[in-house]
């Protein structure tokens, strides 16, 4: 660890806190519907869209309609992305003259990208059109993000609301994600990443010749427009395979620095959001701590751990030993910003990667495999992230409740049985289809094991990693593994549906709930939740749920392989 590397870990995190009351001030603005200076370019295109839709703004829905309008909208989109996908050697911008995708692999692109996923089993610029690139996955880039966003919204007003079953509108709530949050922060990055020298045309692709004589291909094609959605909607999905490590995808240090703010400003936003629409900013700031607390202790635990490196393979100058972990690692990057990025791109769901987590030591693999086991809170996906730690809440506030023995209160709300069951409902499926679904692909030689490219625990975090990454909705991955086959294309596929729509339903139904209760005055036993000691307990709640739920499968994985390393074992 270098001065150099914690400062520019301190700045990053200087930055994102400045900006995240700003940006929970206009979030808050626009999905109460209050002006905001973008009004003179959006809302005349916002009626024209309720209009052309015939979408009534002013009719709100309960959580079951709003949750109906959702899965509908993301069904019509999954069947979409996936006919064209398998039809994109007919349609336009496709200089290239690539194939139709494979069934299976369109089906869990198509699920991926809708789940805000974006896991990629393939390579993007060998498999995908531009028009499948920018059409497809691009504009669900946009739209998962705002799905994500929606719901979000929905959980923070069943808090600040009483006594009503009026949730708002989904695709009013939509409509406003894309346009004045989505659309103009993904232009003016897309703007700067292009003064960057980041690529954005139609070309066809080129080719060269190397020094060594051999023929070599460079891939073209709009890359600035779909990089700044993918960062800013926690997406992830790389228009190149080598994703964010790629120079065309990611050329410089400040393009890496601004890719890492967008993926964090909207989830933080979010946190002053709550304190805001609730009347409580102590609250918003005190569960923002608790995710900083949580993403610092990572970023510096994988910092710390890559620093070290790999004790039987020493990085070396001159004969002299210097440390750290530099394989699978750009060198503009470096050890820092390579571990910052794998922290922040695990803890926001955003599964875009700048360095391969598969050549991480085991300690600094096992920041990011945990970080999306703790059920995708760290910040998380838009939106996600935030419905996700309310749930934690809830039981933070139900367990502090237990301790005083009085019935536990949320901001002036009793939380009984039916809130508690649907958040443990909630807790429960995450593990289950992670666990499950890793099990059987671990003791199946002929479709699970033989996709593996390293045996013993680093095989097992490859398999482990791939069901968490696709359960949680992160999308990163130990590329070690080759997922691009029937059995883990279908498994991924059904992972991320479950962690996307499995889980949302017990959210709604809680969020529902909390808006039906009654206001209640605080009293000498209601816990307050705008303190150090709520963010220390919703802390220890978030470790407790999550990592001690996957502590025995981790011990056998990249716990078990930091020890081999040490001890100087290899497979």
């Given at each position: 660890m270098t001065t150099s590397g914690i400062f520019q870990i301190l700045l990053y995190l200087v930055v994102l806190t400045l900006l995240v009351k700003p940006m929970g001030v206009f979030m808050t603005k626009v999905y109460n519907g209050e002006k905001t200076f973008l009004d003179f370019i959006f809302k005349p295109i916002e009626r024209l869209i309720y209009k052309l839709c015939r979408i009534d703004a002013a009719q709100e829905m309960n959580?079951?309609?709003?949750?109906?309008a959702m899965l509908i909208f993301s069904l019509v989109s999954t069947i979409a992305l996936y006919f064209m996908q398998r039809w994109q050697f007919y349609l336009p911008l496709n200089p290239q003259g690539l194939s139709g995708v494979s069934a299976d692999s369109s089906f869990n692109t198509a699920v991926s990208f809708v789940t805000n996923t974006n896991w990629q089993g393939y390579g993007g610029e060998t498999t995908m059109s531009y028009f499948t690139q920018m059409a497809g996955l691009a504009i669900q880039n946009f739209k998962s993000a705002a799905v994500g966003m929606a719901l979000a919204v929905v959980f923070i007003?069943?808090?600040a609301r009483f006594e009503t079953d009026n949730l708002g509108n989904f695709w009013v709530d939509m409509t406003r994600s894309i346009l004045y949050i989505l659309v103009p922060l993904s232009f003016l990055a897309a703007i700067f990443f292009v003064s960057q020298g980041m690529i954005q045309n139609f070309k066809p692709y080129d080719t060269a010749q190397t020094v060594e004589g051999i023929q070599q291909t460079i891939a073209q094609g709009?890359?600035?427009s779909q990089v700044a959605i993918k960062?800013?909607?926690?997406?992830?999905?790389?228009?190149?395979?080598?994703?964010?490590a790629h120079p065309f995808e990611n050329p410089t240090p400040f393009s890496n620095f601004i890719q890492m703010l967008l993926i964090f400003i909207i989830p933080g936003g979010f946190t002053y959001m709550l304190g805001r629409m609730t009347k409580s900013a102590g609250h918003g700031w005190a569960v923002y701590g608790a995710m900083i607390f949580l993403f610092l202790v990572g970023t510096f635990t994988a910092y710390w751990a890559e620093s070290k490196g790999n004790p039987l393979y020493p990085a070396t100058v001159n004969q002299?030993?210097?440390g750290g972990n530099f394989e699978g690692k750009e060198v503009r990057f470096g050890v820092a910003n390579s571990a910052l990025f794998a922290t922040i791109t695990t803890d926001a769901s955003?599964?875009?990667?700048?360095?391969?987590h598969d050549s991480f030591t085991p300690i600094g693999g096992l920041v990011p495999l945990t970080n999306i086991m703790l059920g995708e809170v760290i910040f998380g996906g838009v939106g996600a992230g935030m419905y996700g730690m309310l749930v934690m809440i809830i039981l933070t506030v139900f367990i502090a409740g237990l301790m005083v023995g009085r019935t536990p209160e949320y901001l002036g709300k009793k939380i009984e049985a039916y809130d508690v069951q649907m958040a443990m409902l909630y807790a429960l499926i995450f593990p289950l289809i992670i666990l499950g679904l890793a099990a059987v692909s671990a003791i199946a030689p002929d479709f699970g094991l033989s996709s593996l490219n390293n045996q013993g625990a680093h095989g097992l975090s490859e398999i482990l990693y791939a069901f968490t990454s696709g359960t949680g909705n992160n999308g990163s991955a130990f590329a070690g593994l080759n997922a691009n086959t029937l059995w883990y294309n279908t498994t991924l596929g059904v992972a991320m549906l479950v962690g996307r729509f499995f889980m949302i339903i017990p959210m709604l139904a809680i969020a529902g709930n909390l808006a039906r209760k009654k206001q209640i005055p605080p009293s000498l036993g209601t816990f307050p939740v705008n303190t150090p000691l709520f963010a220390a307990l919703l802390v220890s709640i978030v470790i407790i749920v999550g990592a001690l739920t996957f502590f025995p499968v981790l011990s056998l994985s990249p716990i078990l392989e930091h020890f081999q390393m040490m001890s100087g074992q290899t497979f």
């Open positions: 959580w079951k309609q709003y949750g109906a007003r069943g808090i709009p890359v600035a960062m800013l909607g926690t997406n992830g999905g790389g228009f190149f395979n080598a994703n964010a002299q030993v210097v955003c599964g875009a990667v700048n360095s391969m």
